[in-house]
């Protein structure tokens, strides 16, 4: 196909009267007739619809065309649709062109039917030039691992795996703790007032009984490579049972999955702040429902309560932990319900309840709690008097002056941080964190449960911090999307990816370097230019086909499939730009 002479035909949608209306159809596919290369054009009323699309695929047969450009509309929406006209009609889908004269000239231009009507010539002049030196590509066919491994047996990961069990395939759960469950385990109610103990139970249960499920507990995936459909994972297991594990000397083993999902979940940062650690009157707020929840006689017996938010970490990003206010409304209520004479002082800077929990802050309110908001001025300060008595100082707005109260207990809004080994397990997986350390997904609206590697999907609180129910939706949610692998006959590979000409390659590193996503890397096993050590490989399963390293490489080494420098450089601009 690559070294038959090109015979171009030309498909001009009129679309009447989106395109038609605007962009004169007739001139433009004159104008195609004289273009090198064409051998037929045709104009269609709505080329996508059957009608159209069994003209071009007759004119295909009749006219022996060998390259198709089709004049209408935004390939992200039709491309598929013709390239698949393309396949049936026996040619290769990249031997197809589209030129967007709806987009890019009717609409813009609908006040200039002339100006479009030129624009749109010069558009279907590039796509015939594009088209004339197309070639065709051949993608690689791959028949997907049947197996999802999930990292992390909290909320999010169990509801993960399960989701893909019951859909029929295999998972293995891996957990660094000895038991599942994660933070959930230390969570005995919500504001809702349901019991999370019951879901934890459940959740644990159906897993560990699911015959689809294998549960690789006190374990840590120590290596993971390979690519969407088919990567091999070591994990270790620690040889000895404990409460922290010791991964040192543990036994591994290898497991290949077709996909993977990240859900090593968050927790509490319990830094040395507010005097936390040294005056045991100082708790977070997984401590104090503990303590509301196992001792609660010890709250019947208090006279004041003060709530610290929004507690920084020092020298660490700032950002918002989104779960703590919706918790210390929970735990206020908790204190007043135990016990409604004890005074609850909340110190905050915003209180963020999100959504229908704005409704126990204005309980909260209504049951005498008070609000006492600061500011980065005024920053509360704690301390010891020399009574013994524990002492916060605060600046208080309305009253512009200084406050100095002496609770009983005073219980802090800690960041929620990643959990321990995320920055480890980043590098091995090769994904990238956000600025507050959490794994960042690949698109904040287009692919939130994605990560920038393909089959690699993220949820719950490794993401960021999320209730319950929002880890178990999030959970859901990068399930479905696994699926989406799993459930494929087969997985294809390449299309327009890098592709490097070993023979040119420098070695200077720069497509290393420029990649976003980190896919080329030096082979030594290779032979680069002149015979030297070392060449840059791109693996086309891994690479998306942006065309930074293509547009970068200095030695010309690299070529983006389907947009070769002479099919981008190598049509000069219309006259009617340049004159
Ligand atoms: S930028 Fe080009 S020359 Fe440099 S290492 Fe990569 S492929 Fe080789
Ligand atoms: S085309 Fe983009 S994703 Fe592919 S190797 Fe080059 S820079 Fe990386």
């Known amino acids: 196909m690559a070294e038959e002479k090109p015979r171009v035909g030309v498909f001009v949608c009129r679309c009447y009267p989106t395109i038609a209306a605007v962009v004169d159809t007739d001139a433009l596919a004159d104008f195609a007739a004289d273009l090198p290369g064409v051998v037929h054009v045709e104009t269609t009323d709505y080329a996508c619809l059957d009608e159209g699309r069994e003209q071009i695929q007759r004119a295909i047969g009749e006219h022996g065309l ?4 089709v004049a209408a509309c935004s390939h992200r929406t039709h491309e598929s649709l ?24 009717a609409w813009p231009h609908v006040n200039d039917p002339t100006g479009a009507t030129r624009a749109a010539k010069e558009l279907v002049r590039l796509a015939v030039g594009r088209a004339r030196l197309a070639e065709p590509v051949h993608k690689q066919i791959l028949e997907p691992v049947r197996r999802a491994l999930v990292i992390g047996g909290g909320v999010s990961g169990m509801t993960a795996a399960l989701n893909i069990a ?13 038991g599942l469950g994660g933070n959930l385990q230390h969570v005995y109610y919500v504001a809702e007032g349901d019991n999370p103990q019951r879901l934890l139970r459940d959740l644990t249960n159906r897993v560990m009984g699911h015959r689809r499920i294998g549960v690789l507990t006190r374990s840590e995936v120590i290596a993971h490579e390979g690519h969407v459909g088919a990567f091999r994972s070591t994990i270790r297991t620690a040889p000895t049972p404990g409460p922290s594990p010791d991964f040192r000397g543990g036994e591994a083993v290898e497991v290949e999955h077709g996909v993977t999902i990240i859900a090593t979940g968050g927790r509490e940062w319990r830094g040395d702040v507010y005097l936390l650690g040294g005056d045991e009157r100082v708790l977070t707020s997984l401590d104090l429902e503990e303590i509301i929840t196992h001792r609660p006689e010890q709250i019947v017996g208090l006279k004041e309560v003060v709530f610290i938010q929004c507690v920084r970490r020092p020298g660490a990003v700032e950002y918002c932990s989104r779960i703590c206010c919706t918790n210390t409304m929970k735990n206020a209520i908790r204190i007043k319900l135990l016990n409604p004479g004890c005074q609850v002082i909340v110190l905050y800077r915003d209180i963020i309840t999100y959504g229908f929990r704005e409704r126990f802050y204005t309980d909260a309110r209504e049951r005498g709690i008070i609000f006492v908001r600061y500011d980065e001025a005024h920053m509360p300060q704690v301390q010891v008097d020399s009574d013994g008595r524990l002492e916060v100082v605060a600046w208080e707005p309305s009253l512009r002056q200084e406050i100095v109260l002496h609770p009983d207990l005073l219980s802090l809004s800690m960041p929620l941080e990643p959990s321990p080994g995320t920055e480890r397990l980043a590098r091995i997986l090769d ?3 956000s600025s507050e350390g959490f794994f960042m997904e690949a698109h904040l609206k287009m692919r939130p449960m994605d990560m920038a590697r393909e089959g690699i999907f993220l949820c719950g609180m490794a993401h960021y911090p999320r209730f319950i129910e929002e880890c178990i939706a999030s959970a859901q949610a990068a399930a479905g999307r696994a699926l989406t692998i799993l459930s494929q006959p087969r997985l294809y590979f390449g299309g327009s990816v890098s592709v490097v000409d070993q023979s040119k390659c420098v070695g200077c590193l720069t497509c290393v370097r420029v990649c976003p996503f980190g896919i080329p890397r030096i082979q030594y096993s290779d032979t680069g230019v002149g015979g030297i050590n070392g060449a840059a490989y791109i693996d086309a399963a891994f690479c998306t086909g942006c065309g930074t390293c293509s547009a970068e490489c200095p030695a010309k080494a690299i070529q983006l499939v389907a947009y070769r420098d002479e099919q981008i450089m190598g049509m000069p601009l219309g006259s009617w730009v340049t004159g």
């Open 66 to 69: 060998n390259r198709v450009v």
């Open 82 to 105: 013709f390239q698949r006209l393309m396949r049936q009609a026996g040619l290769n889908p990249y031997l197809l062109e589209m030129a967007n004269i709806r987009e890019h000239c």
């Open 166 to 178: 019951d859909a029929g395939y295999d998972v293995t759960l891996v957990e660094r703790e000895p």
């Open 431 to 433: 994904v990238p964190l």
